[in-house]
């Protein structure tokens, strides 16, 4: 089953008016489509990914646009359809749980099988405390529950009525990062069992590349970049999309030179420095940027050579030195170029090398690790 959401929403400035870093109007402008797979929405806080999801479920009507889930329409401008929240056959789990307090387990999972029988009721609620292995919690209560077990009765009822699709908007956000990481490869087996679409968001990069089959990255209401995780890291189409994926070292202005055949590389001119890169997808004097990130800037070792001996190779000043436990930041200023880089390496790595800061160093960019894409 897919799903295919094309839609757009208004907010006018009276309607915004009073929430925090808003300065003007906001427009949710958003086009994918998904099979049954597991779709992260990624983006900044005010980029519309909660808009987006009560758009889907019917809490938020579109002012244009057509959301289809299989052969369902739930929403068509044009046709003039906008199915109601209860006639939308999906599963919603908030960041807050919304668990009744005063039912147990059993009977919240229950809650959402209204008009099942009662064997059919009772097979399904054992069907889903076995899927989310919360068995033994069957007659506890919500204040008896740790935040890891409410999200898994959560998830039980919200996929008791066998949805069409299942939206989970932050459900992880209050749980500490290990309960995160658990829950999270646990959503993932999920997926592979019920078959459904599922739309998970999350501010949480890690969390997003663990969970996606693929990213829907949001910026000011509006899609960046739809792909695999690996696409969007290793290849963002913009500084918006580099930015939000962690690229810290972006340089801007940079332009192509031309193609060059022995290495397979392009070249860019940046600045006062000529860099290669391993895209071929750009031509002569086009305007791009290009960043590198933190862990994939390497250390040659001091008998290496020089940068003129070999392509993306350049001395450095080690600027500073930051520990964080099991990797060391490294700030470097390029020697010959205006510069500044920082890379990130396992701690025992720069004891090996002994670097300390206002050492002279030699280092290299992987001209398939350079990204590049066209400037804003």
Same mark, same amino acid.
Request: aromatic letters at 8%; one cysteine or more.
């Given at each position: 089953?897919? #799903? ?8 006018s ?20 489509e ?60 908030f ?16 809650c ?90 999350? !501010? ?29 890291f ?24 031309r ?11 940046s ?18 940027s290009?960043?590198? !990130? ?22 450095? !000043?080690?600027?500073? #030195? ?14 010959? !170029?205006n ?38």
């Amino acid at each position: 089953m897919g #799903i295919k959401v094309e839609l757009k929403k208004w907010y006018s400035e009276a309607e915004i008016k009073g929430k925090k870093d808003v300065k003007k109007a906001f427009m949710l402008d958003v086009s994918f489509e998904m099979e049954n797979e597991l779709v992260v929405l990624f983006g900044p806080s005010g980029s519309g990914k909660t808009t987006l999801f009560k758009c889907i479920s019917g809490i938020t009507e579109p002012d244009d646009g057509k959301i289809t889930v299989g052969s369902k329409v739930y929403y068509d401008k044009d046709k003039k359809i906008n199915l109601p929240i209860q006639k939308r056959n999906l599963g919603y789990v908030f960041q807050n749980y919304t668990l009744f307090p005063h039912m147990n387990v059993r009977k919240n999972i229950e809650c959402g099988l209204k008009g099942w029988n009662k064997g059919d009721k009772e097979e399904r609620v054992m069907e889903m405390l076995n899927l989310l292995h919360i068995e033994e919690l069957e007659t506890r209560y919500p204040s008896q529950l740790s935040g890891g077990q409410k999200q898994r009765v959560a998830l039980a009822r919200a996929l008791a009525p066998k949805p069409e699709i299942l939206l989970l908007d932050e459900p992880f956000s209050a749980l500490d990062m290990e309960i995160r990481i658990d829950l999270a490869e646990k959503i993932k087996k999920l997926q592979s069992k019920i078959r459904i679409p599922l739309l998970f968001i999350t !501010h949480n990069f890690e969390e997003a590349f663990l969970l996606a089959d693929k990213l829907l990255v949001l910026h000011g209401g509006k899609s960046q970049q739809f792909g695999t995780p690996e696409e969007i890291f290793y290849h963002p189409k913009n500084r918006h999309v580099a930015e939000l994926i962690g690229l810290t070292n972006i340089f801007d202005e940079a332009r192509v030179e031309r193609y060059d055949e022995e290495s397979q590389s392009t070249v860019l001119k940046s600045g006062d420095m000529r860099i290669k890169i391993k895209s071929p997808n750009f031509k002569a004097g086009d305007k791009i940027s290009w960043g590198i !990130h933190p862990e994939n800037i390497t250390f040659l070792s001091p008998d290496s050579g020089s940068e003129d001996q070999e392509d993306n190779t350049y001395s450095a !000043h080690v600027n500073s #030195i930051i520990n964080k436990g099991p990797k060391k930041r490294i700030t470097l200023k390029l020697v010959k !170029h205006n510069k500044i880089l920082t890379a990130e390496v396992p701690a025992q790595f720069v004891d090996s090398l002994k670097l300390h800061a206002g050492d002279l160093c030699l280092v290299k960019l992987e001209m398939s690790k350079v990204v590049a894409f066209h400037s804003l």
